[in-house]
Each structure stands twice: as structure tokens, then as C-alpha cells.
């Protein structure tokens, strides 16, 4: 007998594929790095946000066996039941640090912390302020907060400025990606942190992105602009630079108290388990003595984004390491990724609607881990089937 109730599922999927947004996710037999096997075959790896090869460091692997061999590997319940585990404060006293705050609360993942953060801060007749092309789990984490909800549009202060004006009494909480993961814009925090002391409002920066890329050492979007204490709230993530698996709420101390009370994802879901903490903690401990792999990804990425330009191609508006080389039609963009992954480059192409229509573009996440070599065979490739496709 049919199970005619499910009969959606196949509507849905058959959609998406007709709209050419089907996911088709490819498997890599091994670990992240530079160049990752798929099908048997080696290819350079443009799809990561291991930024500073944290995913497959060697210092990294042996501190977490040393904690599994101590700890184990989970950590038996939530922490305001089951108690929270020594390696959790140290991640937690490491990261305040390492942010130059006053605390910090660790989460499961950066899509869980922005989850336990915005609804504990904004609720019912409150106004949450966002930027338009913030992150999913910001858009999902306001939901949930059941406050109201305004949208300024990206990156225009006065924009924002207007929003603000318009918005009624209770609490006001400006949310913002801080580095903008499609495009590689920064958000202007000194300009959302001015207007928001004038207009009382609460101010929070996602920097999945930033940490362990902008900033000094890779510290963060709050150090690349000085703004020390004049942020309320950080969310970070451990899955980007940092490599491995997990997130962060980084403000005061008072902050990290009240969430420990409030925070639902932090109340009713367990805690980080133990490899992730040891693997994340001696990620931050790395950083946090030497800025010779941040370095080494800004060198990487300033020569492959020249390299494209030279070719011909547009990088867009990017100020960081994500490198979108702007290619026009969605049905172009995917073309240019399949020959690319022909020649043994493995690049996404994003289309609508993760980006507007006509600006379909392929993504490439420079990384710590490319060499020069690396980087100019992939250059060669860019200009081979830029000339094919006749972009250039
Ligand atoms: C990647 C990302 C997240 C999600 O982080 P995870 O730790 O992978 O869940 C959240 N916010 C922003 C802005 C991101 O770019």
C-alpha cells in the first residue's frame, strides 16, 4: 500500500530539483586539508572553513588524546545536572582570554549558541534588529525569541538608524554577522556600537567568521576595530578557524550568569563532549601564541585574490579571506564548478538563493593549509576555464 500521507516528500525533493537546489553532498575519504580524496582522487580543497588547518593538526590530535584518555568522551548530561567538567572551565577561562572578555559560555555549536543567546535576551515586546543577510541560526534563534523582528538593509548605518528610531519601548538587540560569510564584508561594528549607546540598544556580533582570521592573532571582529567592552555580546563558533566542533557566548560576567540560568540549549542539551573541548582548547592555545598561521592565510589569501584579478575575474567586495569569484548566471557558476572539479578543484558555485539572481559566483575558502604551488595550479585552472566559458 502507498503511504500517501508521505507523498510531500517526494513533491518537495522533485522540486528542489527542478530548481536546480538539490543538495548533492560529496564524500571525502579522509581527513580535511589542502587537498582531500573524493572518488579515489586527490583534489584541492576550496570548500573548508579550516582556515588555519586546525582540523587535522598534529598538536591538536595528541592534546585530545590525552583528554579522552583522561575524561573519556562524554560528558554524561547536562551541566546543571550532571556537573561540568574541569576541561570546560579551562576551554571557558582559555577563550575569555584569548577574546580579552570577561567570560565566556561554551555551546554545542555556533548555530546552538546563537539558539541559547537571542531568546534569553529579547522576548515578547521586544525588537530584535537584524542585518539582511545575517546567518540562518540568528534568523532561527529571533524566531524562537518570539520578539519582534526589523531588518535594515546590509551593512547601512542609516538604515539601521531609521529601524531604531521607529521602534517602539522595550528592549532593542542589534544582531550582526560580523564577517559576512557569502561575500567576505565586514560589518561596520564601530558605526552599530555608536548608534546603539545612543539609542539604548543591546548590541551582539556573530564572528563565526573572524575568529581566528581578523584582529590581532586572529582575536576576533571586536579586536580588529578596538571595541573592548563596548560589544554585549560575542557568539563564536569552533567549526571554522578553530576546526573542530562547538560555540561560544563570549561578555560579561554577569551575562554568562544569567545565560547559565536561562539559556535553553545550554539547560536542556549536553554539554560539548570531551574531544571537542580538548581539541578546541588546544586549538586556542596555539592562537594564542603564535599569529604565524593567521599570517600565513592573509598571504595566502592576498595572492590568490591579485591572481583572479590579473585573470580578469572579480572578487567582489571581499576584506577577508573568503574569496567569491563573481561569475553571473546561477546555470554558469555550476558549469565553471563541475570543470573545475574535472581538473582536480574542488570549489563550490552558490547561486539564488543563498545570493541574488545574476550574482552566482564560486565560492573558494583560502586556508592556511595552501601552498603557493597549490594556489598557482589553481590559478592556471581559473584562467583555463574562464577562457572556456568566455568570462575573460
Ligand atoms: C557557520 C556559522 C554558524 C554556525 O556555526 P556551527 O558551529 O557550524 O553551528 C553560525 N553563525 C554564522 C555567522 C556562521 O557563519
Not at 64 to 84: E, F, L, N, S
Not at 143 to 155: E, G, T
Not at 157 to 173: A, F, I, N, S
Request: glycine share 10%.
Amino acid at each position: 500500500m502507498t503511504q500517501e500521507k508521505m507523498n510531500f516528500i517526494d513533491r518537495e525533493l522533485q522540486e528542489l530539483k527542478d530548481e536546480g537546489l538539490y543538495k548533492d553532498i560529496k564524500t571525502l575519504e579522509g581527513a580535511q586539508g589542502a587537498w582531500v580524496q573524493i572518488k579515489g582522487e586527490k583534489v584541492l580543497n576550496f570548500c573548508s572553513n579550516n582556515y588555519l588547518g586546525f582540523a587535522a593538526d598534529s598538536r591538536i590530535k595528541e592534546a585530545t588524546k590525552k583528554a579522552i584518555d583522561k575524561y573519556g568522551v562524554g560528558p554524561g548530561a547536562v551541566r546543571t545536572i550532571a556537573g561540568t567538567m574541569t576541561i570546560h572551565k579551562e576551554l571557558e577561562e582559555e577563550l575569555a582570554r584569548f577574546k580579552g572578555v570577561e567570560a565566556t559560555l561554551v555551546l554545542q555549536s555556533g548555530f546552538m549558541a546563537n539558539l541559547a543567546a537571542i531568546p534569553a535576551l529579547a522576548d515578547k515586546g521586544d525588537t530584535i534588529i537584524s542585518d539582511e543577510l545575517n546567518h540562518a541560526s540568528i534568523i532561527d534563534g529571533s524566531r524562537l525569541s518570539r520578539a519582534n523582528k526589523k531588518v535594515y538593509p546590509h551593512n547601512d548605518m542609516e538604515g539601521l538608524e531609521k529601524v531604531l528610531k521607529e521602534t517602539p519601548e522595550g528592549k532593542k538587540l542589534i544582531i550582526t554577522d560580523g564577517v559576512f560569510s557569502m561575500d567576505g564584508d565586514i560589518a561596520p561594528l564601530p558605526g552599530i556600537v555608536e548608534l546603539a549607546e545612543k539609542y539604548g540598544a543591546m548590541t551582539f556580533v556573530d564572528d563565526a567568521h573572524g575568529e581566528g582570521v581578523v584582529g590581532r592573532d586572529g582575536r576576533g571582529i571586536v579586536d580588529h576595530f578596538n571595541l573592548h567592552g563596548r560589544v554585549d555580546v560575542e557568539v563564536g563558533t569552533f567549526s571554522k578557524a578553530l576546526g573542530v566542533m562547538g560555540g561560544v557566548i563570549a561578555g560579561s560576567k554577569k551575562l554568562v550568569e544569567y545565560l547559565v540560568q536561562k539559556a535553553r540549549p545550554f539547560t536542556f542539551s549536553s554539554a560539548l563532549t570531551v574531544p571537542d573541548t580538548a581539541a578546541t582548547l588546544e586549538a586556542v592555545r596555539i592562537l594564542s601564541e603564535s599569529g604565524e598561521l593567521v599570517e600565513k592565510l592573509w598571504d595566502n589569501a592576498r595572492y590568490f585574490q591579485e591572481g583572479i584579478k590579473e585573470i580578469g575575474l572579480d572578487t567582489g567586495v571581499t576584506e577577508t579571506p573568503i574569496t567569491p569569484v563573481m561569475i553571473g548566471e546561477a546555470h554558469q557558476a555550476a558549469e565553471f564548478s563541475k570543470k573545475l572539479l574535472e581538473e582536480k578543484i574542488f570549489a563550490q558555485s552558490i547561486g539564488f538563493p543563498l545570493v541574488p539572481r545574476g550574482k552566482a559566483r564560486i565560492r573558494v575558502m583560502i586556508s592556511a593549509t595552501h601552498s603557493k604551488s597549490d594556489l598557482d595550479f589553481a590559478l592556471d585552472k581559473f584562467r583555463k576555464i574562464g577562457k572556456e566559458l568566455k568570462l575573460v
